[in-house]
């Protein structure tokens, strides 16, 4: 991989001041060293590393909600018993991203700024409705990323193939000099029930054909011996099937997956595999809600 320099930032005005010379933000590296392999597509590109930066590496407190440092590394969080207790469907989904030397660098900033349609942490982070807190401004994390047809005409949406080498610029609403300093997440209302689950080609460590994250709460409909437990809201966001991150907010599984269907209708000219994804992404979601709402998981076997 060549680049024109390199520089490892001691602090966060040091980062900020080589972004807007133009410097490519350099966190984990688990995209960008892949992408910059052999194309020299970073040749004229300073890479300013901000792993070590204190400042994205906190993890926080606030309550009612967690803000997680940037250039935390996905381990680091799967660890961390702060977000097991609060954050559980977010450290599943972080879980399943690559293998352990993988998320040994990857982070949960360059996850998000790298605004992959088949991520894995970004479904979840989106039904828990977090915000980006960036270096100018603070927004919902829905509202970071741009539309992107183009990543729906490649199948599998592979690192190595992504249409764009520098994903901010492309696929984000963030202007150059502008980074992300943490993702502020909130914390689930009590009673709620969630549910991740990835569908890969293989059960290996691949990209997510289609990925699925569940948030939502029930009401007990009947009393007594007739109790049952209905569904009172579900929101849904699923990967690998649309340009930009979208949440389904149902208030029954026939509903949602009507919604869905919809959706993916609209996709049938940009979405590749669009005839497979178009039958499987339907019956998933359905399959997922079902055991959703027995309080199981569609995993048949669990990943170290």
Known sequence: MKAADYLRAESLDQAVAAAEQGGLVLAGGTDVMVKGRGRGVYAQRALV??????????VRDRGDAIEIGAACTLSELCDDALLAEKLPLLADAMAHVGGVQTRNRA???GNVVNACPASDAIPALMVL???VRTTRRELPLADLFRDCPACLRHEGMLVRTCFYPDAAAKKTVL???ELVRSIIVPVPAAG????????TRTQGI?????SIALLGTFRDKGTGALSEKTINHV??????????PWVLSAASAEEAVAVLTAKLEAESTALADYDYKHRVAPALLADAIAAWRRGETLERKRRS
């Open 49 to 58: 590393d901000v792993s070590r930066v204190p400042e994205l590496r906190e």
């Open 107 to 109: 982070t949960i900033g």
């Open 129 to 131: 409705g977090a915000r």
């Open 175 to 177: 202007e150059q000099g």
């Open 192 to 199: 709620s029930r969630w549910l991740f689950h990835k569908l």
């Open 206 to 210: 691949g990209l997510a054909r289609i």
């Open 235 to 244: 929101d849904v966001c699923m990967g690998g099937l649309f340009s930009k």
